[in-house]
C-alpha cells in the first residue's frame, strides 16, 4: 500500500490502515509503543499538534511531497 501523505488527517489514515491490516487494536498498537489507546486514536483522527500542521505547511511551500509505503507481508498491493 502506498499513500502520498499531504496532512495529518492523510498520516492518521494511513497508520489505521495500516494496523487494521495488521489486525490490530488501537490499544493493542499503543501498548506496543508505550503510549495511550488516547494518543493513538488522536493520531488516527489527524488531530496534529501546531508544530505537525505547521510542518506539513511547510513542506508544501518547498515543494516537498511525501509518500508513505507499509512494507508489511500483509500488505494488499
Do not use: N, W
Not at 3 to 22: C, E, K, M, N, P
Not at 54 to 67: D, T
Amino acid at each position: 500500500m502506498i499513500a502520498q501523505i499531504r496532512s495529518a488527517v492523510d498520516l492518521g489514515d494511513f497508520t489505521r490502515r495500516i494496523r487494521l491490516q495488521h489486525g490490530m487494536t488501537q490499544r493493542q498498537l499503543a501498548v506496543a509503543l508505550g503510549t495511550t489507546q488516547r494518543y493513538v486514536s488522536e493520531l488516527e483522527a489527524g488531530k496534529p499538534k501546531r508544530a505537525d500542521e505547521r510542518y506539513f505547511e511547510i513542506l508544501a511551500k518547498l515543494g516537498i511531497a511525501l509518500s508513505a509505503q507499509s512494507t508489511s507481508p500483509v500488505d494488499d498491493e
